[in-house]
């Protein structure tokens, strides 16, 4: 094969699982924390304090005393979790035929899902010190096309699920 063929070849072959995770991870994480802080700002909550609080999951109170660097650990922490969450799809696509063959349903379900996971299991169960055991439709739909559905698009588009 010569060295355009290969180069050819190299371009139109999905490029796999692990960038589907990474871009899905980082795009819907990127989408979640911004509407998190444009949903915040209007409240005189600065976003830095939003991405304190997201440290506070496993820093407690504390949190919110230290600062650029305990902002940068929540920003840290919500990538990391959204990634995760981007893995976790993505295993299960290639995993269950089923779920490949509605794959955009599924990531709209899959956000919806992440959204009660989060707000009644994983926060409660965390350091927050506070209680988001509320239900609210918009954070819900970011979460539902933002999150779940970016995901989904990800694992369609870049590991040909």
Not at 3 to 32: K, Q
Not at 110 to 137: E, T
């Amino acid at each position: 094969m010569s060295e355009a063929a290969t180069a050819s070849a190299a371009i139109a072959a999905p490029p796999g699982p692990l960038a589907a995770i990474l871009a899905g991870g980082f795009v819907a994480g990127a989408i979640d924390i911004a509407y998190a802080i444009l949903a915040n700002l209007p409240k005189g909550v600065a976003p830095a304090r939003v991405l304190q609080s997201v440290a506070s999951g496993l820093l407690g109170r504390d949190a919110y005393q230290g600062g650029a660097a305990t902002a940068a650990f929540g920003l840290f922490l919500h990538f990391a979790m959204t990634v995760a969450m981007a893995a976790l799809f993505v295993a299960a696509a290639r995993s269950m035929p089923a779920l490949r063959q509605q794959l955009l349903v599924a990531g709209l379900v899959y956000g919806g899902l992440i959204y009660f996971a989060m707000r009644w299991v994983v926060v409660p169960l965390s350091r927050f010190p506070g209680d988001l055991r509320s239900f609210s439709a918009l954070e819900f739909a970011v979460h539902v096309v933002g999150v779940g559905l970016v995901i989904a698009i990800a694992a369609r588009r870049l590991a040909a699920l």
